[in-house]
């Protein structure tokens, strides 16, 4: 019988999974990530998967993983770390200014795959520039998806040959998914002086790797288990929510929120860039920052913790917020200078739990009506009517957020069991025939947690603030311009 073990590697802990064919959680486990380093990132998933199962030897064991989108590591020919990970938050701003102007970057972006300050090749062109002795060790360059794969499969003495990466961790780095099988943008990698020889094949997610048989996999349980490409965290995400048909549209909400829309073809937008989805088709999505400054505003503004700020914010009265516009130095405006702001805070007589609640909802409806711009951005630009939301994260699990978002968009808000183990294998799944259909495959691995309609009395204290939304961030982003 097939046991489906998913490893996410995330941006601030690690998660293992293991499930049975029907479904069932047969054992998992978490632990956060103390710093950026791929040792803490073993340590952690060492101890993440202590409370491991024990399989048997006849057991079929099928292994993926996904991680961040848009981090960069630097190894040798042993897989081992020429420089510390690059994390997708980071921003080489003056590399970038350096390139944008390429026709390159321009022939990029036109086929879908927008350079910014925080993709990966400005941020190598940096550490190529100041270090460039050390660059020169670098045998490989990877993401974390596939450095975690590869690190289970290969011998600590072994040298890491035939390297391949699947093709939604290879899109910020400069693949053209323009083509059937997708492969680096040359050109762009000619331009700026890196050798495509450092990158990894690129394959379809769920492509059989090989086989797990290193001291790692062993202290892990997984020793034999066999290895399929992975996935971003974000399109695993997409799919363990259930976006797999085209219309269908999905939010994993954590430290970014990260959207995604199944479209059938590419029409590019600046707001957006496009995965190949992996069963067919592509994900139009963006993956802004946003949540994360929740987390941070909650612990180092209001010096309280996250749970109960959402606690009092459930309780103001919808429609009192001020205007909170998320960063925007990745989506949609791609301004790497771009932070947040509020607009309309005015002081009044209130206990200072009601003013923290204010300002939190403030924030909380800034971020929801961001999402929605999405859907109308999405709806627009395909011209089809979304359905329903599919969402996932721990963004999702407040209950009046969640009906927020329901009344915001005027349509259901489906919530979904966080299951990014599932999603990432889903592919490999399908390839081995384990179901007889795609619909056979969700009823039996995805799991709904809620669902929440709108409630139209509240939608309708926002249609203002909804409709004027982007246009007001616009004059955010031309005053910020403005002081410079």
């Known amino acids: 019988m097939a046991k489906l073990i998913g490893l996410d590697l995330g941006t601030t802990g690690v998660r293992y999974e293991c499930y049975d064919i029907d479904g069932d959680n047969l054992a998992s486990g978490r632990n956060k990530i103390r ?62 200014q350096k390139i944008e102007a390429l026709e390159q970057v321009a022939d990029l972006s036109r086929r879908g795959i927008s350079i910014s300050a925080t993709s990966p090749l400005p941020k190598i062109l940096r550490v190529k520039k ?111 929510v259930g976006c797999m048909r085209e219309g269908d549209f999905g939010l994993s909400c954590g430290n970014t929120t990260v959207v995604k829309y199944v479209c059938s073809e590419m029409k590019t937008h600046q ?24 987390d941070w505003f909650a ?38 200078e771009l932070g947040a702001a509020f607009l309309r805070v005015w002081p009044e ?48 699990r407040s209950t009046w957020w969640n009906r927020l978002r329901a009344s915001i968009y005027d349509f259901p808000v489906r919530v979904m069991e966080e299951r990014p183990g599932i999603g990432a294998l889903i592919p490999a799944i399908l390839r081995l025939g384990l179901f007889k259909d795609l619909q056979e495959l969700q009823n039996s691995l995805l799991r709904v947690v809620n669902v929440c309609q709108p409630d139209r009395t509240l939608g309708s204290k926002y249609v203002s603030s909804r409709d004027l939304f982007l246009k007001r961030w616009e004059k955010v982003r031309e005053a910020s311009s403005l002081i410079r």
């Open 299 to 336: 612990d180092k503004i209001m010096g309280i913790e996250i749970g109960k700020v959402f606690e009092l914010a459930g309780n103001v009265e919808p429609g009192r917020e001020c205007l909170y516009f998320p960063q925007g130095d990745r989506s949609p405006f791609d301004d790497p």
């Open 35 to 96: 710093e950026q380093t791929t040792e803490e990132w073993t340590r952690s998933l060492r101890s993440a998967v202590r409370n491991k199962k024990r399989f048997r030897a006849s057991e079929q064991l099928l292994l993926s993983a996904q991680g961040t989108s848009g981090t960069v590591l630097l190894v040798d020919e042993y897989g081992n770390d020429v420089f510390k990970p690059i994390m997708y938050y980071e921003k080489a701003v003056d590399e970038y």
């Open 271 to 294: 707001a957006i860039y496009y995965h190949k989805h992996p069963l067919g088709g592509y994900l139009a999505g963006a993956a802004p920052v946003t949540a994360g400054m929740l």
């Open 349 to 396: 007589e209130s206990s200072r739990d009601a003013a923290r609640a204010r300002i939190f909802r403030s924030m909380v409806l800034g971020l929801t009506l961001f999402e929605y711009y999405y859907v109308t951005l999405f709806e627009s630009l395909f011209n089809r009517t979304i359905q329903e939301a599919k969402i996932t994260g721990g963004g999702t």
């Open 130 to 240: 100041t270090e460039p002795e050390r660059f020169r060790k670098v045998r490989w360059i990877l993401s974390p998806t596939v450095w975690l794969l590869y690190r289970l499969a290969y011998s600590e003495d072994e040298k890491w040959e035939q390297i391949c990466t699947d093709w939604t961790n290879a899109l910020k780095f400069g693949a053209d998914l323009t083509q059937e099988q997708p492969l680096w943008f040359e050109p762009l990698f000619d331009a700026t002086g890196i050798s495509t020889d450092l990158l990894p094949r690129i394959v379809p997610c769920g492509e059989e790797l090989g086989t797990a048989r290193s001291r790692m996999a062993a202290k892990l349980g997984l020793r034999n288990a066999t290895i399929f490409q992975g996935m971003t965290d974000g399109n695993a995400a997409a799919l363990a």
